[in-house]
């Protein structure tokens, strides 16, 4: 009873074992501050640091959320097929998916309005249309300057798919928080994921976008893949083979 008590005001206040000498003393002395109280590589990896230090301005995501999108993403690097993200807002999460896909020779599309939120269904959706407006094309392509194979799709989605319509996907980052655009996102990748793609719908699991999981569980109600949330708010999906 006393040692979940620990680990719980450990979680909270995010206390790493290194203080608490007595408790977990198995664990190696170098690794004791990645522990808090359970593992979090993140802080440990220095690829992944140099690229959040870069990439955390005006982020909307924890750098845990970020961790496990960079970490699917990497697993899905070896998949045939492109990396789409869909709902860039600042181009934070953009400057990781980009990262890995240069490191492996894939284009990465990236689509939004790049002015905000275009559509509500109401009594599903929070964002007020406009929301998350403070963004553009330009700056979002300032951001990624440099970097390999990105190409930029403004408009609305699903419409603007049209330009890269039929080519295989290997990696999916669904971030449009609305009901209908995350159901429409569903719909087109879910046709064009490689087996063994991933599809990850940042969303899912946060409490001011429950149209975004409904949009999620509806989709994938009679599929044969589930979705596999984390306690980030984000899901992912693994294309079966067939």
């Known amino acids: 009873m006393l040692k979940s008590l620990i680990i719980n005001v450990m979680s909270a206040f995010q206390i790493p074992v290194s203080w608490i000498p007595p408790l977990y003393s198995s664990v190696l002395k170098q690794d004791r501050n990645l ?9 440990a990896d220095e690829e992944f640091q140099r690229l959040w230090r870069r990439a955390s301005t005006g982020m909307t995501s924890r750098i845990e959320t970020c961790y496990f999108l960079d970490s699917l993403a990497r697993h899905a690097a070896s998949v045939p097929g492109a990396f789409w ?8 999460t953009a400057i990781f998916l980009a990262d890995i896909a240069a490191r492996h020779s894939k284009d990465l599309h990236l689509f939004d309005t790049f002015s905000g939120m275009p559509e509500r269904t109401e009594g599903m959706d929070s964002f007020k249309l406009g929301s998350l407006g403070e963004t553009s094309l330009e700056f979002v392509k300032s951001r990624l300057e440099g970097a390999e194979n990105v190409h930029f799709h403004p408009g609305m989605m699903p419409e603007s798919f049209a330009e890269v319509d039929r080519h ?28 063994s793609g991933i599809m990850v719908v940042d969303d899912y699991g946060r409490p001011g976008t429950p149209g975004a999981r409904k949009a999620v569980d509806e989709f994938f109600h009679d599929m044969p893949e589930q979705p596999v949330a984390l306690n980030t708010g984000q899901c992912f999906i693994i294309k079966q083979e067939r």
């Open 168 to 195: 295989k996907i290997a990696f999916a980052h669904i971030d449009v928080d609305q009901y209908r655009s995350t159901l429409e996102c569903c719909r087109h990748i879910y046709d064009l994921l490689s087996p």
């Open 35 to 43: 522990y808090r109280p359970f593992l979090q590589p993140w802080r």
């Open 85 to 92: 993200e869909c709902g860039v807002y600042q181009g934070g």
